[in-house]
């Protein structure tokens, strides 16, 4: 089995880098067999030069996306086995022009028949795949350049610090655009808007169609700005029976540990009016959710009824006490 994959997304740089390395190996075996002494990292400035010709660090950095200090590196070693020039550009002598060596111009003939194997076999590859690779990759890399990486990550992890300030309290009437509100963003963001009449009634009419059957409902607030970020119903049903309910959180605060909170808060109200059971209905595409309703105990089962109401949920889950 090979565990790298089992780890998700958090082994993405991790499952790139030994892809490279592996195409890397195999490039240098190639190129040994064909007698070239070219390192495969040179690559990129090689070719660049090559096809556009002398240019300088910055240049070959920002058509390249890479870092100036990295083409830099590159650029010296590739200066030490005499592939590459670095002249002063006699239209501007403060600028200095990286430009291929003799020794680069006498090899091209010889490496281009290597190039055009390598490339032909991986494009029939990639030819052959469901999802082509360099379109995937060239959508994450523009995701990546648009959203960034590091920025919201730490602003994640800023969150969870800030998430101590959350405070889970009960009904308010002045919230219930808040609770109706939390709601429509995750049908819209899970399930394309899809609304029934049920959910029309719930969040239409809360306080009747939980608080006046015996049921509760809890906001998580931000205590910094009184941000309601998150919400939880808990229904009540006959013979003990409770279910959660309608339970949503901002997507700027999810994986910070308000959706436990909120969860944990209806479980302990649930046992405190002796609750037999507690249930949930809830949908496969929810891998996170679900993840944590397992974490809490909730185990799925067969739906009483044979099916759900609601034509998004696929998954029954229960917790007895």
Request: overall charge negative; proline content about 3%; hydrophobic content about 40%.
């Amino acid at each position: 089995m090979d565990y790298m994959k089992s780890f998700g997304s958090l082994s993405l740089g991790s499952r790139l880098k030994r892809l490279s390395d592996a195409l890397v190996q195999d490039v240098i075996r190639l190129y040994q067999s064909q007698g070239i002494t070219l390192n495969p990292s040179f690559f990129p400035l090689f070719n660049l030069l090559h096809q556009q010709g002398a240019m300088t660090v910055t240049e070959a950095a920002e058509k390249l996306a890479v870092s100036h200090p990295a083409i830099s590196k590159i650029a010296r070693k590739m200066q030490d086995e005499q592939w590459l020039n670095k002249t002063t550009d006699p239209a501007d002598e403060r600028r200095q022009l990286l430009s291929l060596t003799s020794k680069s111009e006498a090899l091209l003939e010889q490496i281009a028949p290597v190039w055009s194997a390598i490339q032909s076999h991986l494009d029939s590859l990639i030819k052959s795949q469901q999802h082509p690779l360099l379109d995937a990759l060239a959508e994450f890399e523009s995701l990546i350049e648009q959203q960034g990486f590091y920025d919201p990550v730490q602003q994640q992890l800023e969150r969870r610090h800030g998430g101590q300030q959350v405070v889970i309290q009960g009904w308010s009437a002045e919230l219930r655009t808040d609770f109706k509100r939390l709601n429509m963003d995750w049908l819209e963001r899970y399930f394309e808007g899809e609304v029934t009449d049920r959910d029309l009634e719930a969040l239409g009419n809360p306080e009747g169609f939980y608080l006046a059957r015996g049921g509760y409902i809890w906001f998580a607030c931000n205590e910094l700005d009184n941000e309601v970020v998150g919400c939880v119903a808990l229904a009540r049903h006959e013979n003990g029976k409770f279910e959660i309910s309608k339970m949503g959180v901002d997507e700027a605060w999810q994986t910070v540990g308000v959706g436990r909170r909120l969860l944990m808060t209806a479980l302990d109200k649930a046992r405190e009016v002796g609750a037999s059971e507690v249930f949930l209905e809830s949908s496969s595409k929810l891998e996170r959710a679900l993840q944590l309703y397992q974490n809490l105990g909730f185990q799925q089962i067969v739906h009483p009824e044979g099916r759900s109401y609601y034509s998004r949920s696929d998954i029954y889950m229960a917790l007895r006490f």
